[in-house]
């Protein structure tokens, strides 16, 4: 396959953009290395490279391509926007419909706020958390990610009850210092981190089904004593649903999971793939936020006309009967192919599936948190994601990323991308 263009645009992007890429995940280092393909255009489950090669999209964005490229519905969506309006800085009606198809389906949110990233969504419930608790403590887990804003770009401490550091040059140790960090799945060290810093906490912040160290499901018991914890000192819970809001089914993970998180944030598959966040939750939580109350958080392009009728859109298709179960049936096939070919070239991996999304691990060990999956194989992965890459199979350039079924992947994708897996494997 051949990638001389993507490899002379990315030589060029080098010179004007900062490594290349406008987030760090697409560069290659973590894969060994070399240029980001550099893509044209993508049609349901296929996008196209400036080579002209045709890959079948498992990266889907990182998550919020879950209708695939170019869905007639949502493109309709957004023309429509495009040239009757994008932003107007006033109230819409769009954003009213959302909020209330987005309460519909998450029950849980009794008010909502749209905003422009899953980051600022989460940013804002800390905010929000702290506002309306008085504390300024926050409880996370090590492996989730929520986003780029100084507060969760904290390392862990050298315990549960131990403070953490700055992870990224820039956060203010004043502010690390404010976030515990405890591992996932960790029932015991989450209680030592309660027992010590419980009457400080503002908000425990955590992805109900994490999507950031593959696809890890929590244990059966560790959320709800999560929540039973939070409740005993007074702390709020915080679901970062970034990912998993409407990836599994037609709502957020905390209902299929039987939890009444006090916050949720959400974004990636609710903007139909334009930019968007949101966040909603608990009535009285919620009218801490300006204008009704004291916590402050605004802006320009929130609940902007195309964002909102591209989700408004996008959830329509979801809403279609079959949707979910034909992504966890596609998702059942690979699984049970990889799992076989793995099995038959004598390659050692663990896969992690919910539904439509899973993760292969190059290790013996059954990954149930951020250390087990940091022990995996980050090199063999590298070798492997080329090698798939080469055969038009299109996955994220990391070990900790997940790959994501759409609604536009078909059984002939499954097959074509079981032959490559196939292929990969022999080579490893
Ligand atoms: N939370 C989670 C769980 C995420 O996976 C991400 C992005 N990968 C974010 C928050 C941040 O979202 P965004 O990139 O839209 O700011």
């Not at 986003?147 to 990224?168: I, K, M, R, W, Y």
């Not at 992805?207 to 709800?224: M, S, T, W």
């Not at 919620?286 to 909102?308: D, H, I, K, R």
């Amino acid at each position: 396959m051949n990638h001389t263009k993507s490899e002379q645009l990315h030589a060029e992007a080098l010179e004007h953009i900062v490594g290349g890429v406008n987030s760090p995940s697409r560069s290659y280092k973590a894969v060994g290395g070399g240029a980001p393909v550099v893509m044209v255009r993508g049609k349901g489950a296929y996008f196209w490279d400036v080579d002209g090669n045709r890959y079948i999209d498992y990266l889907a964005a990182y998550g919020p391509i879950v209708t695939g490229h170019g869905h007639p519905h949502i493109a309709k969506a957004i023309a429509h926007a495009a040239e009757t309006g994008v932003l107007f800085g006033t109230p819409t009606e769009h954003e009213i419909k959302f909020a209330k198809m987005l309460k519909e389906a998450i029950p849980t949110l009794d008010k909502v706020r749209f905003n422009n990233s899953g980051t600022e969504a989460v940013m804002t419930c800390v905010r929000v958390a702290r506002a309306f608790t008085g504390r300024t403590k926050i409880i996370k887990f090590a492996g989730c990610y929520h986003g780029h804003f100084d507060q969760v770009l904290v390392a862990a401490g050298s315990g549960p009850a131990t403070l953490g550091s700055p992870d990224s040059a820039g956060v203010p140790h004043a502010v690390a210092t404010e976030v515990i960090t405890v591992p996932f799945n960790n029932q015991e060290q989450f209680t030592l981190a309660m027992e010590k810093w419980g009457n400080d906490v503002a908000g425990i912040l955590i992805e109900p089904i994490v999507g950031n160290f593959g696809i890890v499901e929590p244990h059966k018991g560790f959320l709800e004593h999560v929540h039973a914890l939070a409740k005993e000192y007074g702390a709020l819970t915080i679901h970062d649903e970034v990912i998993t809001a409407f990836r599994f089914h037609y709502g957020a993970a905390h209902t299929m999971l039987g939890l009444t998180p006090d916050l949720v944030a959400m974004g990636k598959v609710i903007g139909g793939g334009l930019p968007i966040g949101a966040y909603g939750g608990r009535k009285e939580v919620m009218e801490t936020v300006a204008p009704l109350g004291p916590a402050y958080q605004a802006g320009t392009m929130a609940g902007n006309p195309a964002s909102m009728q591209a989700g408004i859109a996008c959830l329509e298709v979801l809403q279609q009967p079959g949707i979910y179960e034909e992504m966890d049936r596609l998702g059942a096939l690979l699984e049970e192919g990889i799992l076989a070919a793995a099995k038959k070239h004598n390659v050692t991996i663990t896969l992690n599936r919910l539904k439509g999304a899973f993760a292969i691990y190059f290790t013996d060990v059954k990954v149930e948190n951020y250390e087990q999956a940091e022990n995996t194989d980050g090199e063999k992965f590298g070798r492997f994601f080329k090698l798939m890459l080469s055969q038009g199979i299109n996955l994220a350039p990391s070990k900790y990323e997940a790959w994501f079924l759409t609604t536009e992947h078909t059984e002939a994708d499954v097959e074509e991308t079981l032959k490559a897996v196939d292929y990969a494997f022999s080579q490893l």
